[in-house]
């Protein structure tokens, strides 16, 4: 993507998540309501982030939030500043994970979610959702020294799944559709998952492909390089960086 194309998706991106934040024929920096207003109000921007979902979103070194939907929304927090002519606006981040981020938005606790979540028809009736900001699918996480090499090896292995996922039921879906019986366990987010594949718990973890490379790129110890990301058609939609609370009247 070329700095004029990146430079417009992101004026797009923007635009799309303040409009949805505002309910129709609000004005900005004016008659502002909703999630604007309660931001506006406080002069606070709360964030919700994921802790070990790389690289969209994940502690950093620092031990700040970092990744590619941290610094999209980074630039959401710079237009919603502008937008309400606020002089200072703080940003409060709070970790959620895959069970608790669409909660989170729907009640308030989280202003808007960074992280890795698909838009799927049953949350579009919760919260609302950005534009697209990236594509992926599924996949599997194993050990270099792991003997799995096709789908049919899954048999009888164990496979974790971050509960609250997509990718729960793709995984679902594809062992009952492939006819192979393993035993799935439900983990609490990608940092469990890739814990458990270490420690010889399962023979893989499933996510987005994007993201299991991710975890074996960032893995903290030297050991952890023996993970690799295996393909897996379990999945293929499209997932979205931010969700915020749908004004009153959408249906």
């Known amino acids: 993507m070329t700095s004029r194309a990146h430079g417009i998706f992101l004026q797009s991106m923007v635009v799309a998540v303040l409009a949805v934040m505002m309910p ?5 920096a004016q008659d502002v309501d909703g999630t604007l207003k309660k931001i506006k109000a406080s002069g606070t921007f709360t964030l919700g982030y994921r802790e070990s979902s790389p690289p969209f979103s994940f502690t950093g070194p620092d031990k700040r939030p970092a990744g590619y939907s941290i610094d999209l929304c980074l630039q959401v927090a710079a237009a919603v500043q502008k937008s ?3 002089s200072d606006l703080k940003l409060s981040w709070v970790p959620v994970t895959p069970e608790s981020r669409i909660e989170a938005v729907k009640r308030g606790t989280v202003d808007i979610e960074c992280g890795s979540t698909t838009a799927s028809l049953s949350r579009q009736e919760q919260v609302d959702f950005s534009l697209m900001t990236f594509v992926d699918g599924g996949g599997l996480l ?4 792991s003997n799995l090499r096709t789908v ?15 990718t729960e ?6 062992l009952k ?4 019986s393993a035993q799935t366990v439900s983990v609490k987010d990608h940092g469990e998952g890739l814990a458990a594949l270490q420690d010889g718990k399962v023979d893989a973890y499933a996510s987005d492909r994007g993201i299991l490379v991710g975890l074996a790129v960032t893995a903290p110890t ?14 293929r939609t499209p997932s979205w960086c931010a ?3 749908r004004p009153s009247g959408c249906s």
Do not use: M, N
């Open 177 to 180: 559709a492939e006819f192979i």
């Open 24 to 28: 129709a024929g609000a004005a900005f």
């Open 243 to 245: 969700g915020t609370t």
């Open 142 to 145: 194993v050990t270099r020294e």
């Open 152 to 166: 049919g090896d899954l048999a009888g292995k164990r496979v974790a799944v971050a509960s609250g996922t997509t």
């Open 222 to 235: 030297p050991s952890d390089s023996r993970c690799r990301a295996w393909r897996s058609p379990t999945s």
């Open 169 to 174: 039921r793709a995984l679902a879906d594809f």
């Open 84 to 86: 309400l002519a606020l």
